[in-house]
């Protein structure tokens, strides 16, 4: 399984991104897709998940704010990020529980003015 996460960058207080992650390989074996977040110096945080079904969970942080989905003809998860707020600077990397876990390469976000 291969993961190529995209669509970061800096915005402003209060705007707005939507980052995507493609999976490619052995995508039958994936049983859901998600997004982690890093700080240097702080723990990972779990963002968002969404599973085969398209069940969703939330980080309580970003709960009301991000939406995960997904576009199962283009095995790419979504994740829109509304109301960004300067914490949520951070780099964002994607996985896939598929036996093993696979990760995209992380993308950055920087929400600062």
């Known amino acids: 399984v291969q993961l190529q996460a995209s669509g970061g960058g800096l915005v402003q207080p209060g705007g707005s991104l939507r980052l995507s992650c493609a999976a490619s390989g052995s995508i039958f074996s994936i049983n859901g897709m998600g997004w982690y977040r890093q700080v240097p110096g702080k723990q990972r945080e779990s963002v968002a998940f969404i599973t085969k079904g398209g069940i969703t969970n939330y980080g309580d942080s970003v709960k009301g704010r991000f939406t995960i989905s997904r576009d199962n003809a283009k095995n790419t998860v979504y994740l829109q990020m509304n109301s960004l707020k300067p914490e949520d600077t951070a780099v964002y990397y994607c996985?896939?529980?598929?036996?093993?876990?696979?990760w995209g390469q992380g993308t950055l976000v920087t929400v600062s003015s």
């Open positions: 996985y896939a529980p598929a036996g093993a876990w696979y």
